[in-house]
């Protein structure tokens, strides 16, 4: 993830009153995927995105950086 998608990511954790554990267990990500996104091991897959975007009752374009 970018700076500005984990800032969305926790942004979106503390509105919805979740921790990164449940978002884990309501979408099915480990949270080794997680992890790995955050410290830049791989890049979320638009799938993926959806299922957190759905968990959150947000559009998966929360998750993008306007002009990329």
């Known amino acids: 993830l970018t700076r500005q998608e984990a800032t969305i990511y926790q942004t979106l954790l503390i509105h919805g009153?979740?921790?990164?554990?449940?978002?884990?267990?309501?979408?099915?990500?480990?949270?080794?995927?997680?992890?790995?996104?955050?410290?830049g091991r791989s890049k979320p897959k638009i799938e993926k995105l959806m299922k957190i975007a759905k968990l959150f009752g947000v559009s998966v374009e929360e998750f993008y950086v306007k002009g990329e």
């Open 17 to 39: 009153q979740m921790t990164g554990y449940e978002v884990s267990k309501e979408t099915g990500i480990p949270c080794s995927t997680f992890t790995d996104w955050k410290q």
